[in-house]
């Protein structure tokens, strides 16, 4: 196979010193045999070495900025790009003050603007390796890969070690202003820890591994840092809740109303670990409880209903709801919605995301005008999230009593194993049987 040449821009001396500071820097944190600096032997290995040759394993590759029309990359120093030029068998080396990106037309290309350059993809490292890398102005820990997305947009990729991806989920998902107890906080780094394990690769189709949304786990990076936090990740470092082996999916809610619910009424998750269990713990803040754990009440009128479902179906003149089964914590878990064109039946997470509600533990009453027309639904309700493993607050509750964080895990997880990280964990696992 015919080798790519390799184009340096003018000051390729300086950027190959440059890059090769940034692998002697890097390399004194890697867990990888070969060592860095060898990528720089060959240049052209150099700038086709693969992300996660610079980013200690296990590497958590993260879509931060998903399908956007421009991305634009920044370190105090400069940056360096590395990438193939676009239909030529051509590695290209770039050193920059910042790399700005678009899409290249149709064809599923980049274009960097700088250089006018136009790329397969990207690989983008600070030109001094002890600095952060910043996308749209937020900064990340690692390394990032911009690719070309679907609709001639582009998605920029962090690929980051799993630990460092820890220290910008954990703050995000359990505030350590609000709930400051250090055993919850570990609680939430292993089962934010396990959950990425066992999900890695569900984005795979478009070049990551999770998103950095609320749809996976919240990422906001260094910026949302926190001294607990850090401390939670550190001291569970490299822990797991495992089943036969593997990291379980280790859901997580805010608050649950007192019970959590099987996974399987609400994801179709049979996992065995994922039952619904009692949560005599939680307790909402005093100051904030209309939003975790209080009571709850929305009003929907029936053209409400019908706009808020159209997204899984029309029904024609919303006439009843009909909440046809509930789950082992009272959750509603299947809710026929009844029209003058049919009906539609909301299963498990839908009947939550269908009507627009914190929870799916509720009950429902109609309201009529004098002369019997249906006029709004009043939902009337508790907790916040999908129901389903860890309770948040409940966590923090049992923290305050004394449990540990493995009595935490243990108690919302059915029967896991709480250990160090192990290859097989390693392994994105599937739904139970």
């Known amino acids: 196979m015919r080798r790519a040449r390799v184009v340096h821009h003018a000051g390729a001396a300086w950027a190959a010193a440059v890059a090769g500071a940034w692998l002697v820097a890097a390399s004194c944190r890697t867990t990888r045999d070969a060592p860095l600096p060898a990528l720089l032997a060959d240049p052209t290995s150099a700038a086709a070495a693969p992300s996660s040759a610079y980013v200690a394993d296990p590497a958590i590759r993260v879509g931060v900025r998903v399908g956007v029309e421009h991305a634009s990359i920044s370190a105090p120093s400069g940056v360096l790009v590395r990438g ?45 390796a002890a600095e952060l890398l910043s996308a749209d102005a937020t900064p990340y820990r690692g390394v990032m890969e911009v690719l070309p997305a679907e609709g001639a947009l582009v998605t920029v990729v962090n690929v980051v070690q799993l630990e460092d991806y820890l220290r910008g989920v954990v703050p995000n998902e359990l505030a350590p202003e609000a709930f400051p107890q250090i055993e919850a906080l570990k609680a939430q780094a292993v089962a934010a820890r396990s959950y990425v394990l066992a999900h890695l690769g569900d984005y795979r189709s478009r070049g990551y591994d999770v998103c950095a949304t609320a749809a996976c786990q919240v990422y906001r990076g260094p910026a949302s840092e926190h001294r607990l936090t850090d401390r939670a990740v550190l001291e569970t470092r490299g822990i797991v809740a495992t089943w036969r082996g593997r990291a379980i999916h280790a859901f997580y809610t805010s608050t649950c109303g007192g019970h959590t619910e099987a996974g399987t009424a609400v994801f179709g998750d049979r996992a065995p670990y994922l039952r619904g269990v009692a949560c005599p713990t939680e307790r909402p803040l005093a100051d904030d409880s209309a939003d975790r754990g209080g009571r709850w009440e929305v009003r929907l009128t029936p053209g409400d209903v019908a706009r808020a479902v159209a997204r899984y179906g029309s029904v024609g003149q919303v006439l009843d709801l009909v909440p046809n089964r509930v789950g082992v914590s009272g959750r509603v878990v299947e809710l026929r919605v009844v029209g003058s064109e049919g009906q539609l039946d909301l299963l498990g997470q839908r ?11 509720f009950v429902l009453r109609k309201e009529s005008s004098a002369n019997g027309v249906l006029e709004r639904f009043v939902i009337t309700g508790k907790g916040w999230g999908h129901g389903v493993g860890l309770c948040q607050v409940g966590a923090s509750g049992m923290a305050r009593a004394g449990a540990s964080f493995e009595d935490i895990l243990k108690h919302y997880y059915t029967g896991v194993a709480i250990g160090s990280l192990q290859p097989a964990s390693l392994t994105p696992s599937r739904a139970a049987s």
Not at 93 to 111: D, I, K, N, Q, V
Not at 351 to 361: A, D, K, W
């Open 84 to 128: 193939t030029a676009a239909g030529e068998n051509v590695a290209l080396l770039r050193s920059l003050p910042r790399a700005s990106f678009e899409p290249a037309g149709p064809a599923g290309r980049l274009r960097l603007l700088e250089t006018g350059d136009e790329l397969e993809r990207a690989l983008v490292l600070p030109a001094d």
């Open 351 to 361: 009947v939550r995301l269908g009507l627009g509600l914190r929870e799916s533990l």
